[in-house]
C-alpha cells in the first residue's frame, strides 16, 4: 500500500487538476474525500501532500480561488484558469502515454484504449 | 452533524495559539475548513464527541502544523516554511545570482564612470521601488502567507538600501569624480529583493480582495 502511495505521488497535479476540470470547483477537503470515494479507500491524499501542490499551481498561475462562507465558516474553492485547462490536457496526454508505455511492458498482451 | 460556531471559533483559537497560524489568515480560514469538516465527518462515523473527535484530526496534521525547531523557518509552522523554501529559490537565490551576474559581468565592459552611472540609475529605481514596496505593506490589511513573506527582514533591506547609497554618494562627493562604487552589490541587490517583492505583494492583492469579499 505505502509502495503504491508512492506511484500516485509523481500524479498528484494531475490527478487534482483532472478532478477539478470534471467537477468545475472543489474545496481541499472535498478533494480528498472525492479522491478516496473514486479509488475506494485505495489512494489517500494526505493534507501535507496536498496544500502545497494547490498552493504551488495556484502560483503558477493553473488554479484560480473563490472563497464562500459556508457553514459559519469560509470555505476557498480552486478552480481551473484557461492555462490550467491546457495543461490539464498535456498531462492527462502524458499520463496516458505512461500508463500504456507501463502496460506495454507488464502486460505486452493486453491493450488499452483511451 | 454541522459544529457550531463556538466549536468552530474554539479550533481557530487553538490554530491562531497553539500552532502559530496568528499571522497567516489565507492558510489559517483554509486549515480551519479542512479541520471542521474532518471533524464533523469524524463525529458522524465514530459516533464521538467534539471533544474526543478534535485531537485525533489534530493529531494527523501535526506534521504540518507544528514548528519545526531545526528549520531555518522555526518560528512558523511546516507547511508555510515549505512554501517559504519554495520561494526562496525564486525570490531570494535567484536574485542572489542575477545581482552576481549584473555586477561582475558589467564591469569588463565598460568604463568606471559607466558602472556607477548604472548604479544610481539601479539605485534610483529602487528607491521608487521601496517606497511603493512599503506603502504595499503599510496598506495590506490581511496577513498572508505571501504578505509574511515580502515584510521579512524588510528593515533590513530598506537600511541596507539606504546605508549603500548614501555611503556611496558621500565617497563619490568627497572624490569628485564617479570611479568609485563600493556600493554597487549592495544597491543592485536590495534593488532587485524590492522587485521581487513588489510582485509578490501584487499577487498577495488578489488573495486579499477574495477575504475581503467573505470577511
Redesign the interface.
Given at each position: 500500500m505505502k509502495k503504491q502511495q508512492q506511484l500516485y505521488k509523481g500524479s498528484l497535479n494531475t490527478i487534482i487538476m483532472k478532478l477539478l476540470e470534471q467537477q468545475g470547483k472543489m474545496?481541499?477537503?472535498e478533494i480528498t474525500q472525492k479522491v478516496k470515494e473514486i479509488t475506494q479507500g485505495e489512494m489517500n491524499i494526505t493534507?501535507?501532500a496536498l496544500?502545497?501542490a494547490l498552493?504551488?499551481m495556484e502560483?503558477d498561475g493553473f488554479l484560480d480561488?473563490?472563497?464562500?462562507?459556508?457553514?459559519?465558516?469560509?470555505?476557498?474553492y480552486y478552480k481551473l484558469t484557461e492555462s490550467g485547462v491546457k495543461e490539464t490536457v498535456s498531462r492527462m496526454e502524458e499520463l496516458e502515454n505512461f500508463i500504456r508505455n507501463m502496460q506495454t511492458i507488464v502486460n505486452p498482451n493486453l491493450k488499452l484504449d483511451f | 452533524m454541522k459544529l457550531t460556531t463556538d466549536q468552530i471559533n474554539h479550533i481557530d483559537y487553538v490554530l491562531r495559539n497553539d500552532y502559530s497560524f496568528e499571522h497567516f489568515d489565507d492558510l489559517r480560514i483554509e486549515l480551519l475548513d479542512h479541520i471542521t469538516s474532518d471533524v464533523e465527518l469524524s463525529i458522524e462515523k465514530n459516533s464521538i464527541t467534539f471533544e474526543e473527535a478534535l485531537p485525533i484530526v489534530l493529531h494527523k496534521w501535526n506534521d504540518e502544523i507544528t514548528c519545526d525547531r531545526n528549520s531555518y523557518y522555526n518560528s512558523v509552522p511546516i507547511i508555510v516554511a515549505k512554501l517559504w523554501k519554495k520561494l526562496d529559490w525564486k525570490y531570494n537565490y535567484f536574485v542572489l545570482l542575477l545581482t552576481g551576474i549584473l555586477c561582475f559581468g558589467s564591469m569588463p565592459f565598460g568604463r568606471e564612470d559607466w558602472v556607477t552611472y548604472m548604479m544610481y540609475i539601479f539605485g534610483g529605481i529602487g528607491f521608487v521601488l521601496g517606497i511603493y514596496l512599503l506603502n504595499l505593506l503599510r496598506r495590506n490589511q490581511f496577513n498572508t502567507v505571501l504578505s509574511m513573506y515580502a515584510k521579512n527582514k524588510i528593515k533590513l533591506y530598506v537600511g541596507l538600501f539606504a546605508f549603500a547609497l548614501i555611503a556611496n554618494l558621500a565617497l563619490n562627493y568627497s572624490d569628485g569624480d564617479l570611479l568609485s562604487c563600493p556600493a554597487l552589490f549592495g544597491i543592485i541587490h536590495t534593488t532587485l529583493v524590492f522587485a521581487m517583492r513588489t510582485i509578490l505583494m501584487r499577487k498577495n492583492i488578489k488573495i486579499e480582495n477574495q477575504l475581503l469579499k467573505v470577511i
Open positions: 474545496y481541499g477537503y493534507e501535507g496544500y502545497p498552493h504551488k502560483a480561488v473563490e472563497m464562500d462562507r459556508v457553514d459559519g465558516r469560509i470555505r476557498k | -
